[in-house]
Nanobody, 124 residues
Framework: QVQLAESGGGLVQAGGSLRLSCAAS????????MGWFRQAPGKEREFVAA????????DYTDSVKGRFTISRDNAKNTAFLQMNSLKPEDTAVYYC?????????????????WGQGTQVSVSS
């Protein structure tokens, strides 16, 4: 069982930056692939980024490549999403998720545990 708690969301102007954190409970954080997803009002939850258990592999959706960076600190049971050059279309509730699997996945159904979400709002 893993419990996840996101933090770091807020309101920022276009072009600004935010760093989201996802704190995980338990001692097996390093055995989970971690992902970030987002959901805007009226839209389906969409994949943003994922990172392997060791942190050696990452994957991003095309719209955030070059702007967002996913990372993790297994010693601190925390995953991060650094978001730079934010755009109004990045506005959404951002969720972190954990998957007990070996490979990265962009499918929400592949993830076993979810946080409660943190709101990110980007003004133009």
């Amino acid at each position: 069982q893993v419990q996840l708690a996101e933090s770091g969301g807020g309101l920022v102007q276009a072009g600004g930056s935010l760093r989201l954190s996802c704190a995980a409970s338990g001692r097996t954080f390093s055995s989970y692939v971690m992902g970030w997803f987002r959901q805007a009002p009226g839209k389906e939850r969409e994949f943003v980024a994922a990172i392997s258990r060791s942190g050696g592999s990452t994957d991003y959706t095309d719209s955030v490549k070059g702007r967002f960076t996913i990372s993790r600190d297994n010693a601190k049971n925390t995953a991060f999403l650094q978001m730079n050059s934010l755009k109004p279309e990045d506005t959404a509730v951002y969720y972190c998720a954990a998957a007990s699997r070996l490979s990265l996945s962009a499918r929400p159904s592949a993830y076993d545990y979810w946080g409660q979400g943190t709101q990110v709002s980007v003004s133009s």
